[in-house]
């Protein structure tokens, strides 16, 4: 059954450009945001804040939604709030939300929760995981995979058959050149670009790209 009225989770600026692609890609009707730190009462493009997610389950009888968005940046932060939301509604729906102005290549699957940002390019036979996020004119050329809850910033871009680990970040501007793999975890740093694999759990920036620092789980980059 397809999922109809949806709430936005997140009323800061993640939350106003998935709202903006959401009316955009009209499959969708958003009945109000859930944030953790903005009062309810609040609104965001017309959009109510309902409340926090503490009061999930009761919202979604009072609102009427079954699904949604996370719209939050930090990977591990989304991370959280998804397995927050299924224990409290295991049968709750996550939407992908791509903007129209996409190129989408053939044979390529989008990740339930995943937001494709308008102007961004997932060429053919790419798989990009659950919860991902892609932003303005990002790029993830032919038969690459984005991990779960990885992100692609503003004008990040791979070459072919590339591998980005889950929760891995390419933060604006960076390049990973064809057929070269980023581990899980990890930060690549703005404008840097990948000509060798990147381990997991590092934070890598420069042209060549090398690795400057561990990096724990969880640990906020944004």
Not at 136 to 151: E, N, P
Not at 203 to 209: D, E, K, Q, S
């Amino acid at each position: 059954m397809a999922i109809v009225n949806i709430i936005v989770y997140g009323a800061s600026d993640h939350g106003k450009y998935t709202v903006d692609i959401v009316e955009r890609q009209g499959l969708h009707t958003v009945v109000g945001l859930v944030d953790d730190y903005v009062e309810r009462g609040n609104e965001l493009y017309g959009y109510p804040v309902l409340g926090t997610g503490g009061r999930l389950r009761a919202l979604s009888s009072e609102h009427d939604f079954c699904g949604g968005v996370i719209a939050v940046g930090d990977n591990h932060v989304r991370a959280r709030i998804a397995e927050r939301i299924l224990r409290v509604i295991p049968t709750f729906q996550f939407v992908s939300v791509v903007h129209p102005f996409t190129s989408i290549g053939r044979d390529t699957s989008i990740g339930e929760g995943s937001v494709v940002m308008a102007g961004a390019v997932v060429n053919g036979s790419c798989a990009v995981g659950k919860h991902c996020f892609i932003a303005t004119k990002a790029s993830l050329d032919h038969d690459s995979v984005l991990g779960d809850f990885a992100s692609m910033s503003p004008g990040a871009t791979t070459g072919g058959n590339v591998t980005v680990g889950e929760y891995a970040t390419l933060s604006i501007g960076s390049t990973v050149v064809h057929g070269k793999n980023v581990g899980a975890h990890t930060v690549i740093g703005a404008g840097s670009t990948v000509i060798g694999d990147i381990q997991s759990h590092v934070v890598a920036y420069g042209t060549p790209a090398r690795v400057v620092r561990q990096r724990f789980e969880g640990e906020p980059y944004l």
